[in-house]
């Protein structure tokens, strides 16, 4: 055999061999993470010193349903049916992102600096808590992104129910993306703390 041919056949075997390594080499994860944005603090009350601390809020507990309790963005593309995002993944656990989010919008929104997590310590009972059950938080393929939830706003005293309601917000989303629906989402839990901030400031203006 001539040393041309060895040599072919040598460099062919190095060619398999470093392209059967690159074909095992690890890939780039495809994978987008998303999270939801509060409103910006200019979007509050006008600022009042004397008004600040006055109000004090425990948010929680906040409840989601099970098919969003995954780390998978979900689209709903038909009444009963959902479709969920292969690369398009929330940052964090959802309810927990929500929670945070709405518990900013609403210091804003009240200028209060006392915005307290559920669940809170006896020694730190706030003025008023509330109670969310989210009931639907997604885009559908009507490129709307809808948030559906009930809410119980508490007196924190004596833990009496002073208003339930029942809060349906609608957002279109202007461009087919991922980054519009998370955008509009936004939107929706900010059109949702501004219904739960107006009825907690007109129960405390006849408690007074």
């Known amino acids: 055999?001539?040393?041309?041919?060895?040599?072919?056949?040598?460099?062919?075997?190095?060619?398999?061999?470093?392209?059967?390594?690159?074909?095992?080499?690890?890939?780039?994860?495809?994978?987008?993470?998303?999270?939801?944005?509060?409103?910006?603090?200019?979007d509050g009350a006008a600022s009042d010193p004397t008004h600040r601390e006055k109000i004090s809020l425990g948010v929680g507990p906040v409840?989601?349903?099970?098919?969003?309790?995954?780390?998978?963005?979900?689209?709903?593309?038909?009444?009963?049916?959902?479709?969920?995002?292969?690369?398009?993944?929330?940052?964090?656990?959802?309810?927990?992102?929500?929670?945070?989010?709405?518990s900013q919008n609403l210091a804003i929104l009240l200028q209060t600096d006392w915005i307290v997590p559920y669940p809170w310590l006896n020694s730190r009972k706030p003025n008023f808590q509330i109670e969310i059950e989210v009931l639907h938080f997604e885009p559908n393929?009507?490129?709307?992104?809808?948030?559906?939830?009930?809410?119980?706003v508490i007196d924190g005293r004596n833990k009496q129910p002073l208003n339930l309601k029942e809060s349906r917000l609608t957002r279109h989303v202007n461009q087919g993306s991922i980054d519009a629906s998370v955008a509009a989402l936004s939107e929706a839990v900010a059109d949702l703390s501004r219904e739960i901030a107006n009825a907690v400031t007109a129960i405390n203006s006849k408690m007074k």
């Not at 190095?14 to 390594?21: M, N, P």
């Not at 393929?141 to 119980?152: C, E, M, T």
């Open 141 to 152: 393929a009507a490129r709307d992104v809808q948030l559906a939830a009930r809410w119980l």
């Open 1 to 42: 055999m001539s040393r041309l041919i060895q040599a072919a056949i040598v460099l062919g075997f190095v060619i398999l061999f470093f392209g059967g390594c690159s074909s095992f080499s690890a890939r780039s994860d495809p994978s987008r993470f998303f999270t939801l944005s509060a409103i910006p603090v200019g």
């Open 63 to 102: 409840k989601f349903p099970g098919y969003l309790d995954r780390q998978e963005i979900v689209v709903r593309s038909a009444q009963n049916r959902f479709q969920v995002s292969e690369y398009e993944r929330w940052a964090e656990p959802l309810d927990e992102n929500f929670t945070r989010v709405l």
